[in-house]
């Protein structure tokens, strides 16, 4: 069965400094993976996609840009953090090219002090 | 743009009673709707998915319609307990989702 992975699961940072955040997929190929965010009395915001290593689309402009290096590794990276990236990120599969029935991660919640 | 509404936004109920929970959406090309369900400081968890051929998905209390004429869907939860406590998150799209902001449902015991 496939499983997902994103840590840490809690995180506190100062502005300014920087971000990593990691989701891994296991029991699956070539998944389509997902970064959002969801802010406090917000909906969730979808931030990247990739349909494969190196392919990434970015969906709103921010402070944020995210990697993909392995075929089940996604990374959400920031160089400097600000207040405004607080918030709850999670991560989530697809298997392309079927229902889309999409697959969430437990969730990192980011707090910029 | 695809907009994705839910009502009510919470909802508070006695345990053993049926409910209905709303989505509405903006655009009918839609691939497939998906219901989520999101314990506090969880992630989400894939209740029911129907495709845009489909009218409607059942699993176990859970019955999920799908109007893709009206832009509408529904989830029907039968005999509410009190673990069905949570918010409630409908989705549309197909590669990628667009979510409602969700119903906040509360079932006492």
């Known amino acids: 069965s496939q499983t997902i992975h994103q840590w840490p699961a809690t995180l506190v940072q100062p502005v300014g400094s920087p971000l990593s955040l990691e989701c891994t997929v296991e029991?699956?190929?070539?998944?389509?993976l997902y970064w959002y965010r969801q802010a406090a009395g917000r909906g969730l915001q979808l931030l990247f996609y990739?349909?494969?290593?190196?392919?990434i689309s970015s969906e709103v402009p921010q402070n944020l840009s995210a990697s993909r290096p392995q075929d089940r590794q996604f990374i959400l990276s920031s160089k400097k953090l600000l207040l405004s990236d607080s918030g709850f990120y999670l991560c989530?599969?697809?298997?392309?090219?079927?229902?889309?029935?999409?697959?969430f991660g437990p969730g990192t919640r980011l707090t910029v002090t | 743009k695809q907009e994705v509404t839910q009502i009510p936004a919470a909802l508070s109920v006695p345990e053993g009673e049926n409910l209905v929970l709303n989505c509405s959406f903006t655009?009918?090309?839609?691939?497939?709707l998906q219901w989520f369900r999101q314990d506090p400081g969880k992630g989400l968890t894939s209740l029911l998915l129907?495709?845009?051929?489909?009218r409607e998905q059942t699993s176990g209390r859970l019955n999920a319609s799908l109007d893709k004429s009206s832009g509408r869907s529904t989830l029907y939860i039968a005999a509410s307990q009190p673990g069905d406590s949570a918010t409630y998150l409908c989705?549309?799209?197909?590669?990628?989702?667009?979510f409602g902001a969700g119903t906040i449902l509360r079932v006492k015991s």
């Open positions: 989530a599969w697809t298997q392309g090219g079927t229902t889309y029935e999409q697959y």
């Open positions: 029991g699956t190929s070539n998944p389509n």
């Open positions: 990739s349909v494969g290593i190196g392919q």
């Open positions: 655009d009918s090309a839609i691939y497939n």
């Open positions: 129907i495709q845009s051929s489909q």
């Open positions: 989705a549309v799209g197909g590669n990628k989702l667009v």
